[in-house]
Structure formats: structure tokens, C-alpha cells
T-cell receptor, first 115, second 115 residues
Framework: DQQVKQNSPSLSVQEGRISILNCDYT??????FLWYKKYPAEGPTFLIS?????DKNEDGRFTVFLNKSAKHLSLHIVPSQPGDSAVYFC??????????????FGQGTILTVHP | GAVVSQHPSWVICKSGTSVKIECRSL??????MFWYRQFPKQSLMLMAT?????????EQGVEKDKFLINHASLTLSTLTVTSAHPEDSSFYIC???????????FGPGTRLTVL
């Protein structure tokens, strides 16, 4: 049962344009969401996160939007740069119960930014 | 920074042998370490959570006698795959955090191939 889904396996964008990566979740207990970036042969690196009490969080070129009613979040990268080419994972967590601290990951989306 | 290393980065072993993978937090004390595995084109799946000095908590479906986890110090956790079989071939990634709900910093991963 895939509780966090990234339905687009890949995305190709021109340099300077906006990249929009999408993520859907099914577990209503999730209340904290994160985006990670992963290069080949490296571990994921943390990009940006958002708590369920917010609907938007911005950090430089990266903005994450959360739509709780739709159980959907998205990562916007503006402007996209070739160095952004990587696999992007969304992850979800809940702050309570037995899942304390546990991250559930999506399958990842391969982003390619063309010069 | 928060750097996590893994050793080895890749390992090939014969079926039936045991393999130990080390995860180290290089510049911070990790109260909690997590072990994940990733199959090709799939998401990172949490295997177990370990807290320093106590037994690991395994996710449902993960055999604790097959995947032995030791978190003996605040900077080192080890995962031993016992009696490895070809179906254990995967990419194993650890993460470390200062506390259970703090940011997880990921290692670069270990590629295990069992012949």
C-alpha cells in the first residue's frame, strides 16, 4: 500500500522555466511533509519541508505548497537550473503515535533541466 | 554541517555469507539512526529505527534475525545482513538524526549484490 505517491516518474524542463513536482498521500495522519533531492550514488539531501498547519513554505528558488483537503503537495522550482537535475522524493511523517519520526517516501521523480 | 558516511559503498558477496554495513555520523551525535532499502525504481522503504543503546524497532515484514542492527554508540550503527540471498540485493541507505523527530541526514548508500 503506497501511502505516498509520485505519479510522474520523470519531468523534463527548460532552464529558466518552472519545475513543478507533485506528490499525493493517502494517510490523513501525516502532518509533516518533506522534499529530498538525490543525485546518483549519493544519499538524499533535505530540501524543504512544510507542516500541516501551513499551506506554503518558501526557501529561495524552492516553494512547497500543501493542499490538505486534496492530500496533495507540490514542489515548485523557479527558475530551474541544470544543476537541479536529480531525483526528487517527497516524504511524509506524523508527529505522534508509533510513527514518531518515521518517514514514508514516494517513488521519486527524475527531473532533467535542459540548458 | 551534518555528514553521514556509509561503508562500504558497494559490496558483492556469495549467497549464504553475512555482510556488515556501517553508518557513521561524522560531525554530530546521532541519538536515532534509520535504515532503509531501495529497490530499482521504487521508493526508500524504512526497515528499522535504532536508538543508541537500545534494541532496534523493525518495520512490519522485516526479519529482525536476518537484518541485525546494532547502535552501540552515538556515532555508529551497523546493519548485518545474515545468510544473504540474491533477493537481498538492494541499495541500503542509513540516516541519522539528533533526535527521533529531528532532520534526518542520509548516508550515500551501500549497493549490495548477492551472487
Amino acid at each position: 500500500d503506497q501511502q505516498v505517491k509520485q505519479n510522474s516518474p520523470s519531468l523534463s524542463v527548460q532552464e529558466g522555466r518552472i519545475s513543478i513536482l507533485n506528490c499525493d498521500y493517502t494517510n490523513s495522519m501525516f502532518d509533516y511533509f518533506l522534499w529530498y533531492k538525490k543525485y546518483p550514488a549519493e544519499g538524499p539531501t533535505f530540501l524543504i519541508s512544510i507542516s500541516s498547519i501551513k499551506d506554503k513554505n518558501e526557501d529561495g528558488r524552492f516553494t512547497v505548497f500543501l493542499n490538505k483537503s486534496a492530500k496533495h503537495l507540490s514542489l515548485h522550482i523557479v527558475p530551474s537550473q541544470p544543476g537541479d537535475s536529480a531525483v526528487y522524493f517527497c516524504a511524509a511523517a506524523s508527529d505522534g503515535g508509533t510513527s514518531y519520526g518515521k518517514l514514508t517516501f514516494g517513488q521519486g521523480t527524475i527531473l532533467t533541466v535542459h540548458p | 554541517g551534518a555528514v553521514v558516511s556509509q561503508h562500504p559503498s558497494w559490496v558483492i558477496c556469495k549467497s549464504g555469507t553475512s555482510v556488515k554495513i556501517e553508518c557513521r555520523s561524522l560531525d554530530f551525535q546521532a541519538t536515532t539512526m534509520f535504515w532503509y532499502r531501495q529497490f530499482p525504481k521504487q521508493s526508500l522503504m524504512l526497515m528499522a529505527t535504532s536508538n543508541e543503546g537500545s534494541k532496534a524497532t523493525y518495520e512490519q515484514g522485516v526479519e529482525k534475525d536476518k537484518f541485525l542492527i546494532n547502535h552501540a554508540s552515538l556515532t555508529l550503527s551497523t546493519l548485518t545482513v545474515t545468510s544473504a540471498h540474491p533477493e537481498d540485493s538492494s541499495f541500503y541507505i542509513c540516516s541519522a538524526s539528533r533526535g527521533a523527530t529531528d532532520t534526518q541526514y542520509f548516508g550515500p548508500g551501500t549497493r549490495l549484490t548477492v551472487l
